[in-house]
Nanobody
Framework: VQLQASGGGLVQAGGSLRLSCAAS????????MYWYRQAPGRQRELVAA???????NYADSVKGRFTISRDNAKNTVYLQMNSLNPEDTAVYYC?????????????WGQGTQVTVSS
């Protein structure tokens, strides 16, 4: 599975960005998809998740501000980020997880930088 993330950039506090992650090499509808982020000097953390059935989960720090969605026809997962603040500054990574013959595999995209200025 190959993942290509895009959509990062520099935005002022209070602004919005939408990240995209295009997947190839597998049946996208079989993939559970995740967005993680890693800020300098900090561990990578899970931001949002969406199951194959469309159920979503969010980190407490982004609930009400971020929305994860998927378009199976476009093999793409999105992360809409609103009301951004400087603490959201990080490299954002998309992750795909699939189970084949009882074994879980996961794949990572290359990351996209999000910088929020105060």
């Amino acid at each position: 599975v190959q993942l290509q993330a895009s959509g990062g950039g520099l935005v002022q506090a209070g602004g919005s960005l939408r990240l995209s992650c295009a997947a190839s090499g597998s049946i996208f509808s079989n993939l559970a998809m995740y967005w993680y982020r890693q800020a300098p000097g900090r561990q990578r953390e899970l931001v949002a998740a969406i199951s194959t059935g469309g159920s979503t989960n969010y980190a407490d720090s982004v609930k009400g501000r971020f929305t994860i969605s998927r378009d199976n026809a476009k093999n793409t997962v999105y992360l809409q980020m609103n009301s951004l603040n400087p603490e959201d500054t990080a490299v954002y990574y998309c992750n795909a997880e699939v189970v084949r013959v009882g074994i879980k595999y996961d794949y990572w995209g290359q990351g996209t930088q999000v910088t929020v200025s105060s």
